[in-house]
Each structure stands twice: as C-alpha cells, then as structure tokens.
C-alpha cells in the first residue's frame, strides 16, 4: 500500500511540472479595455439662433386703377428687384428618431430690401416717375425634415411666409416744389404667402451649431391702393413678388451629444 502511495503522488508531481513547463512556453496574456462609445451629436430639442444674409424680391407691377377709373387690361407698368441685407432670429424645436430629425422653426427678421424702376405707363407732371419697394421685414413658419450623420445635418424644410412691403411712387427728377426722390403716393402691405428651402447644418461644439440656408418666398399677386400726398386715391396696382434669401444661422440647442450603446 505504501508503494502505490508513492507512485501516486511521484505521478501527480511530475504531471504538475509538465503543466507549469507549458504555461511557460504560452505567450502572456493581453487585457483590453472595452471600446470606448463614439459621440453622437444630438439634434433633438428645443434651440435658438440668430441669422444674417442678403435677400433679392422680384417685383412685377400691373396697373389696374387709375384716379376711381378700372382698366380691365392691367397693363404692366415694369418689374424690378429689391434687394439688400437681412438680419433676424430663429426658435424652433426638432425630434430625433435615429438618423431622421423632424422639426418645427418660426424665424424673424429685420430686412432692407429696396428697388425701382421707371414707370412705362404715365407721368408726374408731364415727367416719368419710379415704382419703388421696399421691404423691411421677413418671416417663416415652416416645418424641416432632415437627415443626420453625427453632427452633419442636411434638412429641408416649407411652410407659410410673410413679407411687410411699402410701395411709392418717386420723382425722379426735380417737378416744381418737388425734389427727386420725393414720394407722391404709397401703399403699404403685410402679404402672406408660402416657402421652401433647405439648409446644411455642422454641429461644431455641445449644443452650438453653425448653418448655411436658402429660401424662396412665392408670395403670388396682391392688390395695393396708392394714395398721394393729400390722402386721396391715386392708382391700384397688381404686384406679384417672389423673394430669394440665402442666410448664414447660429443656433444653441438646449442638450448636448448623446452616447452610442453597443
């Protein structure tokens, strides 16, 4: 009994040490960390911004009254763009479902778009006179859909617009007491009208975003009452305006980048 003790444990012993000669022999064992989740930029939630740019109306005037008398065939008196600066803000809010952003966005702005043309139907005391417009503010309410990659954001968007326009009739000329650019009837308007546009959007910093955008305004044909200096009715004109903007835009979205999970 003794003897098969022995030769037992001189058999455990020796298979012990072929076991340890192996590890030996195995390269050692390299620990990883986990991959660490990439960013993922957020474009869900509400955000605020300001934008600035140039903008170009074009400006097409038919005549259909003049002095209380109608004429059925509402001659073109010219076209013309006004063009100039805009400048304004934007508040909005966008839902994120996985690469789709679905938004809603109001934007206001302050605008100095201006331009004339000489009328090819009457005179101002026997002289030509101008049409001139003049718009001073822009507005969008419209809805975007868009596509996200990270923090790259492509984006269409349409909806209503609006425009605040005044229209003179300007001397062009000295006429008596009356200096060039002197103007003897004007009309003002608030027209409504519709929008679309698209925009590409660069996530530069948690929440803070920069966009380049265009728009077009089809604001159709309205009808405006000029009246002169005195208060009287002068002429009904027919104007139909379009308006193109090109905007570069700044917002803050209230947030911040989310995480990838594996």
């Not at 390269?27 to 993922?40: Q, W």
């Not at 059925?72 to 763009?81: I, W």
């Not at 331009?115 to 101008?130: D, E, L, V, W």
Request: some cysteine.
């Amino acid at each position: 009994m003794r003897r098969v003790v022995v030769i037992g444990f001189g058999m455990i012993s020796v298979v012990g040490l072929a076991n340890a000669a192996f590890a030996a022999d195995l390269p050692a064992k390299v620990y990883t960390k986990a991959p660490v989740a990439a960013p993922i930029y957020n474009w869900g939630g509400f955000y605020i911004g300001l934008n600035g740019g140039g903008a170009s109306s074009r400006n097409c005037w038919n005549l259909t009254n003049s002095l209380g008398t109608p004429i059925p065939t509402a001659p073109s008196v010219g076209c013309h763009d006004a063009t100039g600066a805009v400048a304004g803000g934007q508040i909005g809010y966008r839902w994120q479902i996985t690469n789709w952003v679905l938004g809603l966005e109001a934007q206001g702005d302050w605008a100095n778009l201006k331009g004339s043309n000489t009328s090819t139907i009457g005179t101002f005391g026997g002289f030509p006179f101008a049409n001139q417009t003049k718009i001073d503010a822009l507005g969008l309410f419209t809805g975007q859909v868009g596509y996200a990659w990270n923090n790259v954001l492509w984006y269409f968007k349409g909806g209503a617009a609006v425009t605040h326009a005044k229209y003179n009739g300007v001397v062009q000329t000295p006429v008596g007491a009356f200096p060039a650019g002197f103007a003897f009837d004007q009309a003002t308007e608030t027209r409504w009208g519709g929008a679309v546009g698209t925009g590409a959007e660069f996530g530069f910093a948690p929440g803070w975003s920069v966009a380049i955008e265009y728009d077009h305004l089809f604001m159709g044909s309205s009808s405006s009452n000029l009246y002169n200096t005195f208060g009287r009715f002068d002429r009904t004109q027919s104007i139909k305006q379009d308006v193109d903007m090109g905007t570069v835009r700044v917002n803050y979205t209230f947030g911040g980048p989310l995480v990838a999970r594996y």
